[in-house]
Nanobody, 121 residues
């Protein structure tokens, strides 16, 4: 069965960095585009970034463009999100999902359990 397991979340200071990972299993990871999305407390789901199956193209929400970098290692079936210049408004539960633009729960069938990112001084 498809499994997506995020890790790497935690507490960071404003201006700091974190790197999220998402370990995938149960499907041919290298054949599928993947996404990161997030949900802040009391808010709806926000798509953050997407990447083509071969990593040849990447996409970002305006809110993270220039600060976050999505990447993947198909040999390890792992998706990454490097987050730099973190802001308090980046505080959210971060999810990886199978699909290119998972901007709602219904658009993509498979989601991880999420990893919490908190940005605070």
């Amino acid at each position: 069965q498809v499994q997506l397991v995020e890790s790497g979340g935690g507490l960071a200071q404003p201006g700091g960095s974190l790197r999220l990972s998402c370990a995938a299993s149960g499907f041919t990871f290298s054949s599928y585009a993947m996404s990161w999305a997030r949900q802040a407390p009391g808010k709806g789901l926000e798509w953050v970034s997407g990447i083509y199956s071969d990593g040849s193209d990447t996409y970002y929400a305006d809110s993270v463009k220039g600060r976050f970098t999505i990447s993947r290692d198909n040999a390890k079936s792992t998706l990454y999100l490097q987050m730099n210049s973190l802001k308090p408004e980046d505080t959210a539960l971060y999810y990886c999902a199978k699909g290119p633009h998972c901007s709602s729960w219904l658009l993509c069938n498979y989601w991880g359990q999420g990893t919490q990112v908190t940005v605070s001084s």
